[in-house]
């Protein structure tokens, strides 16, 4: 099927493939500042999905890819287009606020991406954290409910990708 072809329904399709993407320091997620970022790590991710989704999980295959690099996030990306892979959560941490290279390759590549973040960006001290070089190239953005985040993102892509957005105006 090419790429940004919508089928029919979501039982049609079988299995989505969604792609759980996460940049840099994100790998060590319950280590790394608890009190920002929760006491769970990012393997807790698919049971959080199963929770929120129940049954609609099995319609989702779900990948996942850490890693601290912008060049290697930006090859994941292109290959997660070259997969055909439906949809990506992606929390490119520190990433979302300084590169334009990130922004670039999410514009193109024809893959609806939601940002995703831990925390509340906008709550947070540092002002630069509102800032989002990757906000006008996704259909949405998810930040400060912890883990339950990436669990939200992939609920809010699969509504996407099965055109239940268009209902609920999303
Ligand atoms: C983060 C927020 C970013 O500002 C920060 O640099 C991160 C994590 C979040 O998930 O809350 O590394 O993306």
């Known amino acids: 099927m090419p790429m940004n072809t919508m089928p029919k329904s979501c039982h049609d399709a079988g299995p989505y493939s969604i792609l759980v993407l996460n940049g840099p320091n994100l790998a060590h997620t319950g280590l ?62 520190a990433y979302t606020h300084t590169s334009l290279a990130l922004a670039d390759c999410i514009a193109w590549i024809g893959i609806p991406v939601v940002e995703v973040h831990i925390s509340n960006v906008f709550a947070r001290e540092e002002p630069i954290r509102r800032q989002s070089f990757m906000g006008a190239h996704v259909i949405g953005m998810i930040a400060g409910f912890g883990l339950w985040s990436y669990a939200l993102a992939v609920q809010a892509l699969h509504a996407h990708i099965c055109g239940a957005g268009k209902k609920l105006k999303i």
Request: proline share 3%; aromatic share 6%; charged share 25%.
């Open 32 to 93: 790394r500042q608890p009190e920002i970022y929760g006491s769970r790590g990012l393997e807790d991710i698919p049971t959080l999905v199963n929770q929120l989704m129940g049954e609609r999980a099995r319609e989702i295959d779900l990948s996942f890819y850490a890693c601290n690099s912008e060049g290697a996030l930006i090859d994941r990306l292109e290959q997660a287009r070259a997969m055909c892979v439906r949809g990506v959560a992606f929390n490119a941490g």
